[in-house]
């Protein structure tokens, strides 16, 4: 069983040893070919050698033998279109279809002993698709038959890093990737979607004033566009007077890497300030602690106050809990493995945390339905077979029923003056960002002001929210249809010829508030801005619907994009303003329906709707509803065989037979679009968490139509406005002609 919570002290010693026993000549390289080359990112330097006692912990990621068929379980139980929908996969299950086949296996473990590696020194994810071992630089050059150099980012930090990598011929088809090798994503002091509001790229301080809970007050009463509150967030998307029903049951988390620590000191005072009744919950959520991650709870030094140290961590904790409690929150802090010994050439930990983190989560049988992640970096700087493994990964978080958020991203399409490709022309290029590029992930854009919410861009620090089209991988058929139909309708000033790629995955694909954030750090109030603030918003607001469901016995929502581009999207505050700057132009724009800027938009918001209860319905269109989700159940059951629904109707056998004329005369169009459109008329009107997680969704699953049918249906919505009244007083003339007849 892999172990990657603890680092064990003898590791170096052992691998040290290691190299020794490996001083033998190895293999000869003649039947070696090159697996993978990336070019090195341009904001990286090569400043010498690596030392060839570094140590790296290396991971071999074998080809999973079923991850299409598992692809397609996934395709199933997140389309709410489907029988399956909602039938999540247990960790077992998961396992069984990304196992490697024995003849990869037999094959690597060949490779190695080879090389004097045995298997007693392998360390092995569950379900044996990522093998791992711990070797100094010069056994690593020897296996891969590749060199090692230290490279220094731009703007500090370094890596341990060889530009392309070999195997033997007869491995190819069965290792999808190494690392690390040629990935640089950055392992310490990772791009943090976070901009501080002050002078210098340093947050200013404010004191701690006497703040009074708004509860209960309109949204202008609670909010303004200096300082963003709990409050504010919870009366904004209409959680305020919700509380969770089965804490424990449900549960949310959030990822440190690096430096970043949650700091239970400065959460507290955060929470005793903006939100008394939760002030224990500082003390209580739970540090995963996973490769010597940091979770440092002593007074940061004044080196690491100067780098900002946990205003990241800090901002996701208190934010969560603030909106959460008391659900539980957990937090894995994830560092480099295994200890490193610092050098004047390398003078930090250059291993990959990111896989590291991903390995522990999947080998867990009890996840959080929702984890909130803040980092990323320019998907470029990564290899595919990288971003691909990770990106797998994550499909396998969503099977088995967790909804993975990422943060879009801090510089609109791209910063300025670093706009270039990677693939050593120097091109002009958008740069999208990973993991948000990922179609197994939901990501997160941000937006800022009340009434209306726009994107979020703030000119004093150049935060401009993040969005595009990958470059790795193609637009999934879940969002096909909605993108578009958004590049149709571009402006011909924001077609970008050239710059991005018309037919990859599209983020974000949804917002919420991220601009001048409130937070405690280092014990005094900053504000912050970032998609790392919208997306723990957007993943606390969503673990509420979890609790709702879970609450009414249902399963949680996990994998969210198939049902959040079929109907989910309807539950929405559309984003109509503002526009995704950077790369020295406008970016793409926000516009009706979905957008590369803010996707579908923000949680519904009580700021647009002047009621929080729905409008009495009319009693003839009331009726129509009636009929129509009768007589579509009715259908569905009877295809299915089963008539539990029948057992369940309350209708006298008058009004049944009114409503059974009328839904003939409907010719099955009308009750297929109020199936649809009447929940979610009622939910944006109500802005109701449990009408957004348990109505169109579900509804439409007991009708079984497909998403293309369904599209098409809602397409002449507006069309058959006048002809659904006009049915309804048919119906309900015929309804009450058989009562008073037959009664």
């Not at 891969?144 to 195997?167: A, F, I, M, N, Q």
């Not at 190819?172 to 990935?183: A, D, F, G, L, V």
């Not at 319905?617 to 089963?642: D, E, I, R």
């Not at 049944?656 to 459109?677: E, H, K, N, Q």
Request: with cysteine; proline share 7%; aromatic share 8%.
């Amino acid at each position: 069983m892999l172990n990657l919570v603890a680092t064990r002290p003898a590791v170096l010693a052992a691998c040290l040893a290691l190299g020794s026993a490996l001083a033998a000549p190895a293999q000869s390289h003649s039947t070696y070919i090159v697996k993978e080359s990336h070019p090195v990112p341009s904001r990286w330097s090569n400043v010498g050698p690596a030392p060839a006692s570094h140590v790296i912990n290396l991971s071999i990621g074998l080809k999973q033998s079923q991850f299409e068929e598992l692809e397609s379980h996934l395709d199933e139980i997140s389309d709410p279109f489907h029988d399956r929908y909602g039938q999540h996969l247990t960790k077992e299950e998961v396992d069984e279809f990304i196992k490697p086949t024995n003849e990869a296996l037999q094959l690597v473990h060949e490779w190695l002993q080879e090389n004097g590696i045995g298997s007693e020194n392998l360390a092995y994810s569950p379900a044996k698709d990522w093998i791992n071992i711990a070797l100094p630089v010069e056994t690593v050059e020897r296996l891969l038959d590749t060199k090692y150099s230290v490279y220094e980012h731009e703007s500090g930090g370094y890596l341990v890093r060889t530009p392309d990598w070999s195997l033997p011929a007869r491995l190819h088809p069965h290792i999808q990737t190494i690392q690390p090798t040629n990935s640089f994503f950055r392992a310490e002091a990772l791009k943090k979607n976070i901009q501080p509001v002050g002078n210098g790229g340093h947050p200013d301080r404010f004191p701690l004033l006497e703040y009074e809970s708004k509860a209960g007050q309109s949204v202008a009463e609670v909010c303004n566009t200096t300082k963003v509150t709990p409050d504010c967030l919870r009366t904004l998307y209409g959680t305020i007077d919700y509380t969770p029903k089965v804490p424990g049951l449900n549960k949310v988390g959030l990822t440190d890497y690096g430096s970043e620590a949650n700091n239970r000191s400065d959460v507290q005072i955060f929470l005793q300030h903006y939100r008394p009744d939760a002030v224990s919950a500082a003390h209580d959520f739970e540090v995963v602690v996973i490769a010597g991650g940091d979770n440092q709870q002593t007074p940061d030094t004044p080196d690491q106050l100067d780098a900002g140290k946990d205003l990241e961590g800090n901002l996701d904790a208190e934010t969560i809990l603030a909106i959460d409690y008391p659900t539980p929150l957990i937090a894995y802090t994830t560092g480099g493995k295994p200890p490193f010994i610092p050098d004047a050439t390398s003078p930090g930990d250059t291993n990959e945390p990111y896989l590291v983190w991903l390995q522990y989560v999947l080998s867990q049988s009890d996840l959080p339905q929702v984890i909130s992640t803040s980092y990323g970096d320019d998907e470029q700087s990564v290899p595919f077979s990288y971003a691909q493994s990770v990106c797998q990964g994550f499909a396998q978080l969503g099977a088995r029923g967790v909804s993975v958020l990422f943060a879009s991203g801090d510089a609109g399409v791209g910063t300025e003056g670093q706009c270039v490709s990677n693939d050593g022309k120097n091109s002009s290029t958008f740069l999208p960002s990973f993991p948000p590029t990922c179609p197994y992930v939901t990501a997160v854009g941000a937006t800022k002001g009340f009434k209306p919410e726009v994107a979020a861009y703030d000119e004093d620090n150049e935060f401009s929210s993040g969005g595009g089209f990958s470059n790795y991988f193609p637009a999934p058929k879940y969002q096909q249809r909605t993108v578009n139909k958004y590049l149709k309708h571009l402006n011909s000033s924001y077609e970008y010829p050239g710059l991005y790629n018309k037919s990859g995955r599209a983020y974000p694909d949804i917002a919420a508030q991220g601009q001048r954030f409130a937070v405690v750090w280092d014990g005094d109030n900053v504000l912050l801005d970032g998609t790392s603030a919208s997306t723990p918003t957007a993943a606390a607001v969503l673990s509420l619907v979890n609790d709702v469901l879970l609450s009414a016995g249902r399963k949680p929502l996990g994998f969210l994009n198939p049902w959040l581009y079929a109907v989910g999207y309807r539950g929405f505050t559309d984003i109509t303003s503002g526009a995704t700057l950077g790369c020295g132009v406008e970016g793409f724009p926000a516009t009706k329906g979905w957008d590369a800027v803010t996707g579908f938009g923000t949680p519904p918001s009580s700021a647009s709707s002047t009621s929080s209860t729905p409008a009495p319905p009319l009693t003839v269109l009331n009726g129509v509803l009636s009929l129509c989700l009768a007589y579509a159940v009715v259908c569905k059951s009877t295809a299915a065989g089963s008539h539990r629904v029948l057992g369940s109707l309350t209708l006298s056998r008058a009004a049944a037979t009114g409503y059974a004329v009328a839904g003939v005369c409907s010719l099955a169009v009308l009750p297929y679009t109020w199936l649809v459109m009447r929940p979610t008329e009622e939910m944006l009107r109500a802005n109701s968490r449990e009408t957004a997680g348990l109505g169109a969704a579900d509804r439409v699953a007991e009708v079984g139509l497909g998403a293309e049918t369904a599209h098409t249906l809602l397409d002449w919505w507006g069309v058959l406005n006048l002809g659904r009244a006009a049915l309804g007083v048919l119906g309900a003339l015929v309804g009450t002609w058989v009562v008073v007849v037959q009664e």
